[in-house]
């Protein structure tokens, strides 16, 4: 999903024109923008970068893991079928 530039600039623009109006100072304005595209971006159903990194590290540490489990079990398999073969 892509979200409007010239949107969020006008609502930006209008949201520190209020600010202005009521005399807030730049670090609540700033604080205040900030907390108003947090709600936006948790509305969109959208995750920050360090979340969306962290899963996809995990993701891939994860997938490794998986690929050297499957190999190992592959080894043990073919050393008991050969095993099992002799035995018999």
């Given amino acids: ?6 949107l969020l600039d006008q609502i930006t623009q209008n949201v520190l024109d209020v600010f202005n109006k009521v005399g807030a100072t730049q670090e609540e304005i700033t604080r205040k923008v900030n907390d108003i595209f947090r709600d936006a971006v948790e509305r969109f159903d959208l ?3 360090e979340e ?7 993701l ?3 997938r490794i893991r998986i690929e050297q489990l499957e190999k190992r079990v ?3 398999e073919a050393g008991g079928s050969t ?4 035995g018999e």
Wanted: hydrophobic content about 40%; aromatic content about 4%; cysteine-free.
């Fill in 52 to 58: 969306f990194d962290a899963a996809t590290e995990l």
């Fill in 1 to 6: 999903m892509q979200i409007d530039n010239t």
């Fill in 47 to 49: 995750v920050m970068r």
């Fill in 74 to 76: 592959a080894e043990l």
């Fill in 83 to 86: 095993k099992g073969n002799g």
């Fill in 60 to 62: 891939s540490t994860t």
